[in-house]
């Protein structure tokens, strides 16, 4: 391992449309999508989902929240979020959205009554509700992002530092044109983070649900020349026996299946 790593992504949610718990669900997780990404100083979360409460509350400098796009599963942690009701703390959440009007309105329609019961406005810290840019800078970390493939729409992160980068693919649904694309966007990544919700066998019967297979992301990382693929975006119904035979048969030495609460350092 790296002993003075550049960018380390910390695993806190892996789980796809709806957290789950029990005893088939202890060696990926259950609690849905979000990912900690630490570079230069700076803190960047990945998704909002239940994942969120596992992240720390207090951070050296202002955490920056990034929405790939607007699905429950992505959101469902911001509510219960500790950061978000301490007096004084600042976080910024950029939303996929036309302007700052926007987001906010996008983001009290499951944040406002009759699906939540207050605003996140009138929590006492300061959350800062801003529209993603196509491309902006985190103190000296760069953010771009890239239009994907899911019903609506979802944006592809890629996030870079020194010489590293990450790529993050979630709720994406493969195509020849979308793969094409997102092969190019990723073009030597050090790690792309892909959705890989449904086994071969189950992808055809939700064929169109936006999401895609562990054999789609392993020929993405062969045509983009990525470094590593993280399989993410569980389905809640695949149980860790379930996504061990997956990872076992994929059996690819850059290739691991998401496990929440671990780490990779780049
Ligand atoms: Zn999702
Ligand atoms: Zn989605």
Redesign the pocket.
């Known amino acids: 391992m790296d002993q003075n790593p550049c960018m380390r992504l910390t695993v806190l949610g892996t789980r ?1 449309s709806v957290p789950i718990c029990g005893n088939d669900y202890t060696i990926f997780g259950g609690s849905t999508s979000c990912y900690l990404v630490e570079a230069g100083g700076e803190s960047i979360i990945l998704d909002a989902g239940t994942g969120l409460l596992g992240a720390p509350s207090s951070f050296e400098r202002e955490p920056t929240i990034l929405l790939s ?1 607007l ?1 429950a ?2 959101l469902l942690g911001l509510g219960m979020y500790k950061r978000i009701s301490q007096p004084g703390a600042t976080t910024r959440l950029f939303v996929p959205a036309r302007d700052t009007q926007d987001a906010r309105v996008a983001i009290n329609r499951l944040y406002s009554p009759p699906l939540w019961p207050v605003e996140l406005s009138s929590y006492k810290g300061d959350l800062q509700v801003e529209a993603m840019p196509r491309s902006m800078q985190i103190g000296d970390v760069f953010v771009e992002t890239e239009q994907g493939s ?3 729409t ?1 944006l592809i992160i890629k996030i870079r530092y020194a010489q590293k980068s990450l790529v993050y693919a ?2 994406f649904e493969h195509n020849e044109e979308a793969s094409f694309r997102l092969a190019e966007f990723s073009r030597n990544a050090d790690l792309v983070l892909y959705d890989g919700q449904y086994g071969a066998d189950q992808y055809e019967s939700h064929r169109g649900f ?1 999401h895609s297979t562990p054999d789609e992301g392993l020929s993405l990382i062969k045509r983009s020349g990525a470094k590593q693929l993280l399989i993410i975006h569980h389905d809640p119904l695949s149980t860790d026996s379930m996504l061990l035979e997956r990872e076992r048969t994929l059996n690819h030495p850059h290739v691991r299946f998401a496990r929440e609460g671990k780490a990779i350092e780049l």
Do not use: L, N
Request: glycine share 24%; hydrophobic share 0%; aromatic share 0%.
């Open positions: 796809g796009h699905h599963d992505h899911h019903p609506g979802c979630t709720d936006g």
